[in-house]
């Protein structure tokens, strides 16, 4: 507990400007205090050393007295206690802060913020955000209660609450915060939908849309809705919008796009948007779902396409895809296709560790007796699996 015997070792100083004092008051007095301090002190100090913090704990509240000299030291040390995890001691500090009279409004606020962190960590949210909400309320020109609010009311699910104290954000702090409230109004539009709310999940959404004007989620969902409208043109529509704003979404939209231009009767314009896609962002999805789509007319194009994108950007889905085509449904490879298959076996496998150590989890490609990362004997084996032994 270095930082705690450090903190300890500090406490003279942060003591000296009441000894100061009250020396200027009663000389006698002083040297009084200053023997009984001494003794205490080196008392506390003993216990930290013998790692028994819950005595030293009861010698530092009755050693220094909480007053507007001392406050932050007894904040620094709860605060120390709170990051090395002992939330008791942390929560038992921070009251014993607040219940000291002589304290400014400032530190006083400091102490409640610091407690209500303390909270927090506990898992007590409710107490947590009592507190940050009375902070507020007796001032609510700082941020960090508000954050910590966000944070309370994202963890609880309640976004209309979340909602509130991201707009408080904004005016508090300047933030944007508009991605995360559009964010929230989609998570009130998809409990909306969950519960056959059809129009309220809608206006959530305007909302969202309002907030972040290029949310790919919000057009996700409103694709959805078009969907369960039979609204077909205008979900296709939606879905292209959503994967062209993030094409990240084609890995786990492509389902419900497909379908919403299968049923729209658009599937030549969607293999022509898919190429179009792929031109700008070859990914695995997108080539695989064009992939497919030729397949269904000309195999033998699909193959020719698949390798020459393999060829450029390999993955195993790919590759899985292509010897699908080529083994199983019997199309044939050009004099090149055996070894353009084996090239992107190759950079498959090539820069894939092959040894793990079973302590740290530190990978490579070379044998270390000596852990380069943990620096323990011995720990190195070699991976197993698809890609190891």
């Known amino acids: 507990?270095?930082?705690?015997?450090?903190?300890?070792?500090?406490?003279?100083?942060?003591?000296?400007?009441?000894?100061?004092?009250?020396?200027?008051?009663?000389?006698?007095?002083?040297?009084?205090?200053?023997?009984?301090?001494s003794s205490n002190y080196f008392r506390g100090l003993n216990f930290l050393l013998n790692e028994q913090p819950d005595k030293a704990i009861e010698v530092f509240l009755k050693l220094v007295e909480v007053n507007p000299d001392t406050v932050e030291t007894h904040l620094a040390l709860g605060s120390l206690f709170r990051r090395r995890g002992e939330i008791d001691k942390a929560i038992r500090f921070h009251k014993h802060i607040i219940t000291r009279p002589g304290l400014t409004d400032e530190q006083r606020s400091q102490a409640l913020m610091e407690?209500?962190?303390?909270?927090?960590?506990?898992?007590?949210?409710?107490?947590?955000?009592?507190?940050?909400?009375?902070?507020?309320?007796?001032?609510?020109s700082h941020a960090r209660p508000v954050r910590q609010l966000l944070d309370i009311y994202q963890?609880?699910?309640?976004?209309?609450?979340?909602?509130?104290?991201?707009?408080?954000?904004?005016?508090?702090?300047?933030?944007?915060a508009s991605d995360l409230i559009a964010n929230f109004y989609c998570e009130v539009a998809r409990r909306h939908l969950d519960q056959d709310e059809v129009e309220?999940?809608?206006?959530?959404?305007?909302?969202?849309?309002?907030?972040?004007?290029?949310?790919?989620?919000?057009?996700?969902?409103?694709?959805?809705?078009?969907?369960?409208?039979?609204?077909?043109?205008?979900?296709?529509?939606?879905?292209?919008?959503?994967?062209?704003?993030?094409?990240?979404?084609?890995?786990?939209?492509?389902?419900?796009?497909?379908?919403?231009?299968?049923?729209?009767e658009q599937m030549e314009e969607f293999e022509e948007w898919l190429e179009a896609l792929v031109e700008r962002s070859p990914m695995t999805t997108a080539i695989l779902a064009l992939a497919r789509l030729k397949a269904g007319s000309n195999?033998?194009?699909?193959?020719?396409?698949?390798?020459?994108?393999?060829?450029?950007?390999?993955?195993?889905?790919?590759?899985?895809?292509?010897?699908?085509?080529?083994?199983?449904?019997?199309?044939?490879?050009?004099?090149?296709?055996p070894e353009l298959i084996q090239d992107i076996l190759h950079r498959l496998l090539e820069g894939q560790p092959i040894y793990r150590c079973q302590h740290c989890g530190f990978s490579s490609?070379?044998?270390?007796?000596?852990?380069p990362s943990c620096r323990r004997w011995n720990t190195t084996r070699a991976i197993t699996g698809v890609l190891g032994e």
């Open 1 to 37: 507990m270095p930082e705690l015997v450090l903190l300890f070792l500090l406490l003279p100083l942060a003591a000296a400007s009441g000894w100061y004092l009250a020396r200027r008051q009663s000389a006698r007095l002083s040297r009084k205090k200053n023997h009984a301090f």
């Open 115 to 140: 407690l209500g962190e303390d909270y927090m960590q506990a898992g007590l949210l409710d107490r947590a955000e009592y507190l940050f909400s009375d902070l507020l309320d007796h001032d609510d």
């Open 155 to 176: 963890q609880e699910k309640d976004w209309e609450k979340a909602i509130a104290q991201a707009r408080r954000l904004r005016r508090v702090d300047g933030e944007s």
């Open 200 to 264: 309220p999940a809608r206006q959530a959404l305007r909302q969202a849309r309002r907030y972040d004007p290029e949310s790919a989620r919000a057009r996700l969902i409103q694709g959805e809705i078009a969907a369960l409208d039979g609204e077909w043109e205008d979900a296709s529509e939606l879905f292209r919008q959503a994967c062209e704003l993030d094409p990240d979404c084609l890995s786990f939209a492509f389902e419900p796009l497909l379908e919403s231009h299968r049923r729209a």
């Open 299 to 337: 195999p033998q194009a699909a193959v020719e396409f698949l390798l020459t994108h393999l060829s450029k950007r390999p993955t195993v889905r790919g590759l899985d895809y292509l010897i699908d085509l080529v083994y199983r449904q019997g199309v044939s490879l050009d004099e090149v296709g």
């Open 365 to 371: 490609g070379s044998w270390h007796w000596l852990c």
